[in-house]
Structures are given as structure tokens and as C-alpha cells.
């Protein structure tokens, strides 16, 4: 059994793929808010930020480098030391046709392994996501084949980028297993639950517990809790020696009825969870720590 942990770290996903702007006026859109919304869950206790971006006329999801460099380059003006995990997870989905099911109908983000760790190859971020979720989505289909996640997995090496490996269902971690068996990833894992999408992982302590015990030893894992269980699976996640996140792009509720008006508000609260049961939260320095990322170069300068 795992006791929990001394000092554990929050991840704040500040807009994701999925939440739309009609849902909340406070989700950031453009790459200045998507840069200011992590800056101010920094502040609030997060150790981490991960990032997706988005079209700054539009708000829908988008694949742009550029928007990825501008939040990028904003955040490391501002601080260095903040964890930076960037998705990989757009580019997966497949809508078939309904007359022509092989064919891609409308909706359809389906794209090379490459094209979709890109941003990751060139911005060199500390963390990116690695999906191993095959699934069904709404009407949709999510694809991450396992000869696909080796080509993704062998671009983040080379950018010498950690993953974070999304785990959706059991089957997902079987699939990580056979992928830490191979060399394609190396240990100590870190992954995530994600828990609350329809067709996967559903919250409970006992689906956390049973996820947990199929992992190696060495892993460090967070359980994510998407829509209403977002702040029940922050004591969840910790309880059973976890680590935890939340943010707009999990929930856009900071209680029944109340919007969360800011990802910062949401830390805050994970935060005082966190506290009240006892635990610490880590430092972007105590986190990489526990990572295993090394120091930046840019915190070394500042500290000598």
C-alpha cells in the first residue's frame, strides 16, 4: 500500500481541447491569456501547467506552432522555473462518415505521428503527454495504435522530453507495460489517470486504487477527475499516494452552480484540500525533483 506522499506537486490544465467558450467567459483563448492564466496558477501553488492551445479568433482547438512558441516564450520570460507540459493528444480523432465509414467525415483531426509531436521537437517543453487511449469518444473515435505511440515516443526521446503518459483505462496500461518492457519508455514512469470520460475510467476511490496497483512500483502517478468529481479525485489522487491536478480544461466548476473564475481559483482550492488532509505542496524545484527533470540552466544562473 501507498502512504501519502511527503510533498506532492499540481498540475493546472489551463484550456484543453474540449471545453468550449460558451460553457465559461473565463477560459482562456489567446496565446497572452493561455501564458497569463499559467503564470497565475503558478502563483497560486501549481508546480505544472499543461497547455493546449487555441485559434485567438475562433477559441477552437488548434495545432499552431506559433501559438505554442508565443505561450512558450511568455511563460520562460516571466518564470523559469515553472514545469511546462505541452499535449500531444490533437491529431487522434476519427469521425467516420456515416455512408462511407472508412472514410474521414467531418471532425476528423486524424494525422501523422510526427505532425502531431512537432511542437514538442521543436519547443522542447520538460513534459509532453503521450495517450495510449484507443476509444470511443461521444460519437467519435479516439486512435492511438500502439505502432503509432513507439513513433511519438521515439520523436519526445529525442527531444529529451519526459512523458506523461495518459492512461484512460486498464487496457491503457497494459499497453504501457508492454511499451517500458520494450525500451520504448524508460522508467521511473509518469502517468495519469483520466477518469469521468463516458467510456473509460470512472471516479472512484476503488477504480484509483485498482489503476495504481497495476503500475511498476517506481511510478509517479496523478488521478484526474473530469467534470463534477474534478475536486473529489484531488483527495483521491493524494489519499492513495498520488499526486493531483486540476484546471478549465478538467472542469469549468469550482463548486455546484459556482464557475471557477480563474484556473488560479482552482489551484487554490486543490491546494487547501491538499493542506487540510494533511500533505505539502511542492515547489516547481521540489516537483522536477521528483520528476526527475533536471534544473534549468536558467534557474542555475539565478540561484549562483
Given at each position: 500500500?501507498?502512504?501519502?506522499?511527503?510533498?506532492?506537486?499540481?498540475?493546472?490544465?489551463?484550456?484543453?481541447?474540449?471545453?468550449?467558450?460558451?460553457?465559461?467567459?473565463?477560459?482562456?483563448?489567446?496565446?497572452?491569456?493561455i501564458?497569463?492564466?499559467?503564470?497565475?496558477?503558478?502563483?497560486?501553488?501549481?508546480?505544472?501547467?499543461?497547455?493546449?492551445?487555441?485559434?485567438?479568433?475562433?477559441?477552437?482547438?488548434?495545432?499552431?506552432?506559433a501559438?505554442?512558441?508565443?505561450?512558450?516564450?511568455?511563460?520562460?520570460?516571466?518564470?523559469?522555473?515553472?514545469?511546462?507540459?505541452?499535449?500531444?493528444?490533437?491529431?487522434?480523432?476519427?469521425?467516420?462518415?456515416?455512408?462511407?465509414?472508412?472514410?474521414?467525415?467531418?471532425?476528423?483531426?486524424?494525422?501523422?505521428?510526427?505532425?502531431r509531436?512537432?511542437?514538442?521537437?521543436?519547443?522542447?517543453?520538460?513534459?509532453?503527454?503521450?495517450?495510449?487511449?484507443?476509444?470511443?469518444?461521444?460519437?467519435?473515435?479516439?486512435?492511438?495504435?500502439?505502432?503509432?505511440?513507439?513513433?511519438?515516443?521515439?520523436v519526445?526521446?529525442?527531444?529529451?522530453?519526459?512523458?506523461?503518459?495518459?492512461?484512460?483505462?486498464?487496457?491503457?496500461?497494459?499497453?504501457?507495460?508492454?511499451?517500458?518492457?520494450?525500451?520504448?519508455?524508460?522508467?521511473?514512469?509518469?502517468?495519469?489517470?483520466?477518469?469521468?470520460?463516458k467510456?473509460?475510467?470512472?471516479?472512484?476511490?476503488?477504480?484509483?486504487?485498482?489503476?495504481?496497483?497495476?503500475?511498476?512500483?517506481?511510478?509517479?502517478?496523478?488521478?484526474?477527475?473530469?467534470?463534477?468529481?474534478?475536486?473529489?479525485?484531488?483527495?483521491?489522487?493524494?489519499?492513495?499516494?498520488?499526486?493531483?491536478?486540476?484546471g478549465?480544461?478538467?472542469?469549468?466548476?469550482?463548486?455546484?452552480?459556482?464557475?471557477?473564475?480563474?484556473?488560479?481559483?482552482?489551484?487554490?482550492?486543490?491546494?487547501r484540500?491538499?493542506?487540510?488532509?494533511?500533505?505539502?505542496?511542492?515547489?516547481?524545484?521540489?516537483?522536477?525533483?521528483?520528476?526527475?527533470?533536471?534544473?534549468?540552466?536558467?534557474?542555475?544562473?539565478?540561484?549562483?
Amino acid at each position: 500500500m501507498r502512504a501519502p506522499k511527503d510533498k506532492v506537486f499540481i498540475t493546472c490544465a489551463i484550456t484543453g481541447n474540449l471545453t468550449r467558450p460558451e460553457q465559461t467567459p473565463h477560459l482562456p483563448i489567446t496565446p497572452q491569456e493561455i501564458a497569463e492564466a499559467s503564470l497565475g496558477a503558478a502563483e497560486a501553488g501549481a508546480a505544472v501547467v499543461h497547455l493546449h492551445v487555441r485559434d485567438p479568433e475562433t477559441g477552437r482547438p488548434s495545432m499552431s506552432l506559433a501559438y505554442y512558441r508565443e505561450v512558450v516564450d511568455q511563460i520562460r520570460a516571466r518564470n523559469t522555473q515553472l514545469i511546462i507540459n505541452l499535449t500531444t493528444g490533437p491529431g487522434g480523432r476519427f469521425v467516420p462518415s456515416p455512408d462511407a465509414p472508412s472514410v474521414a467525415g467531418p471532425g476528423t483531426t486524424l494525422t501523422t505521428p510526427e505532425l502531431r509531436v512537432e511542437h514538442v521537437a521543436l519547443l522542447k517543453p520538460d513534459i509532453c503527454t503521450l495517450d495510449l487511449n484507443t476509444m470511443n469518444s461521444g460519437n467519435e473515435v479516439v486512435i492511438n495504435t500502439p505502432r503509432n505511440v513507439r513513433r511519438m515516443a521515439q520523436v519526445i526521446a529525442g527531444a529529451g522530453v519526459k512523458p506523461e503518459i495518459e492512461l484512460f483505462d486498464s487496457g491503457d496500461i497494459a499497453l504501457m507495460l508492454d511499451l517500458l518492457a520494450d525500451g520504448t519508455l524508460q522508467g521511473p514512469a509518469l502517468c495519469s489517470f483520466v477518469m469521468g470520460v463516458k467510456y473509460g475510467f470512472q471516479p472512484s476511490p476503488e477504480t484509483v486504487l485498482y489503476a495504481r496497483n497495476l503500475l511498476p512500483a517506481d511510478a509517479q502517478f496523478t488521478a484526474i477527475g473530469i467534470g463534477r468529481s474534478a475536486f473529489q479525485t484531488v483527495a483521491m489522487s493524494y489519499l492513495a499516494g498520488g499526486h493531483v491536478r486540476v484546471g478549465l480544461e478538467d472542469s469549468v466548476y469550482l463548486a455546484r452552480g459556482r464557475l471557477a473564475a480563474s484556473n488560479a481559483e482552482m489551484v487554490e482550492k486543490a491546494r487547501r484540500i491538499v493542506e487540510d488532509l494533511g500533505g505539502q505542496i511542492a515547489s516547481p524545484r521540489e516537483a522536477r525533483d521528483l520528476i526527475g527533470l533536471p534544473t534549468r540552466l536558467a534557474d542555475a544562473r539565478s540561484v549562483a
